[in-house]
């Protein structure tokens, strides 16, 4: 494996090793419980988690034997896996999540060299080299991990993460046509972000990386962030 996808395959066993705890940590019947996500438990994050690495074993296997492995048979048979494993008892969601990662983090590990430059692709998506499933499922596991409400703050993400993830999520509402529009600065890095097509009068936002990135896809409270034109805006729904 190149010198730079070994960084990021540490990152990623280091970030599912934190979440590997956190769901352990779960007093029994925690899955039950909401998680951030709206209509969803932390059954239902936790068992995403679970159904997403067996997808990013898919396509690793696409990428290592040239022959198409969709991600998921279609995202309805995604969406009903989901539901259906969300309400199992709380130890067979976390071997499930447990056995799902270490058998992706094998995957991983298997890869030839060249595999990681073969193109594979999403659900209707575009082509992309499968190198870049690393940051996907470091992004999931991640993002996900807060969005268990249990305990995880944008403040435990590494800088470098919150960082790339909020400037990849501002590209990701480029080109709206709602006219929505933010000016996002960084109290950190001091680095801002144009979201939209801001004006003169286009509201300001000021927060550290992982912060602003909470509030621009609409997860946890926004009290870390502020803006000097009054109240907070509301931004669309993220996916």
């Not at 990623?12 to 007093?27: F, G, P, S």
């Not at 950190?188 to 000021?206: E, K």
Request: hydrophobic letters at 40%.
């Amino acid at each position: 494996m190149p010198a730079d996808l070994q960084d990021q395959a540490r990152e990623l066993d280091k970030a599912t090793q934190q979440l590997l705890e956190t769901a352990e940590r779960l007093h029994p019947g925690g899955t039950e419980e909401d998680s951030l996500l709206p209509g969803w438990s932390r059954g239902h994050v936790l068992t995403h988690l679970a159904r997403n690495a067996d997808g990013m074993r898919n396509l690793l296997t696409w990428a290592r034997t040239g022959r198409p492995t969709p991600m998921y048979a279609s995202a309805r048979h995604r969406a009903e896996d989901i539901e259906a494993g969300a309400g199992r008892p709380p130890g067979v969601v976390l071997a499930d999540l447990r056995e799902s990662a270490g058998l992706l983090a094998s995957d991983i590990d298997a890869m030839p060299h060249a595999a990681w430059s073969q193109e594979v692709r999403f659900l209707d998506g575009e082509a992309f080299p499968a190198e870049r499933l690393l940051w996907v499922r470091l992004k999931e596991v991640e993002i996900h991990h807060l969005d268990l409400a249990a305990g995880r703050t944008p403040d435990d993400w590494p800088t470098e993460f919150a960082q790339r993830a909020l400037t990849e999520t501002v590209g990701s509402f480029s080109g709206r046509e709602d006219g929505w529009a933010v000016h996002l600065f960084d109290v950190d890095t001091g680095a801002h972000h144009l979201v939209g097509h801001p004006t003169m009068a286009t509201p300001r936002i000021h927060g550290t990386a992982g912060h602003l990135l909470v509030w621009l896809i609409g997860r946890g409270a926004v009290a870390d962030v502020s803006t000097d034109s009054g109240l907070l805006p509301t931004p669309p729904a993220w996916s």
